[in-house]
């Protein structure tokens, strides 16, 4: 399946937002890049929702296919759509791992739940985009314990706020969802009502 594997920063400065977080190019450079990255573009109401859609699309590694899928199951759910899709997508396991702290970056986190390491409530899960609920328990396979990536991530738990909704057994890593999120713990930089917006016309 394609998916973009270019350059973050590449994105982030089209975007006018730091997608990764703590991002010296960005910061270095914070304007769109080209030729005419510094010349002023006229920001018509459809390029504002259509940039908040691709921020929350490349923050959590999203193809337009199944962004307009969570999109279509956040109109279902009762509630607000906006926070019910943002919800959803704090939902996917690879974004769980990531805020647990295990990985650095959510892409990393793909690529562990990619490789099969990890087991959700006992059992084998491969898929990134797999929605954990209440009361899941999320363990690193006993076979890949040892490996670099989670000795790494025991050596600097802490280092990073885990948020409310997740607990994180330390010794084990082992990860206890309480909660699905709600929209006060999600600390993306996404105005949600705008992509609403623009899937509404």
Request: charged share 25%; no cysteine.
């Amino acid at each position: 399946m394609a998916r973009y594997t270019g350059p973050a920063t590449r994105i982030s400065r089209r975007l006018k937002v730091d997608l990764i977080g703590g991002d010296q190019a960005f910061e270095r450079r914070p304007y769109p890049p080209g030729q005419h990255g510094r010349g002023r573009i006229k920001e018509s109401e459809y390029l504002l929702q259509s940039q908040e859609k691709q921020k929350a699309r490349y923050t959590y590694g999203v193809l337009e296919r199944q962004f307009v899928r969570y999109y279509k199951e956040a109109v279902r759910r009762p509630g607000k759509t906006g926070e019910n899709l943002l919800q959803i997508l704090e939902s996917r396991l690879d974004n769980v791992i990531y805020r647990a702290g295990i990985a650095r970056t959510r892409r990393q986190a793909r690529q562990l739940v990619s490789h099969g390491h990890f087991l959700v409530n006992g059992v084998k899960v491969n898929v990134p985009s797999y929605q954990v609920t209440k009361w899941d328990i999320i363990d690193v396979r006993p076979k890949s314990f040892a490996m670099l990536p989670f000795v790494a991530a025991k050596e600097s738990f802490g280092e990073r706020p885990v948020p409310a909704w997740l607990q994180v057994v330390p010794s084990n890593l082992r990860v206890l969802v309480h909660q699905l999120p709600e929209r006060a713990q999600i600390d993306v930089p996404v105005q949600e009502q705008l992509i609403v917006e623009l899937y509404s016309k």
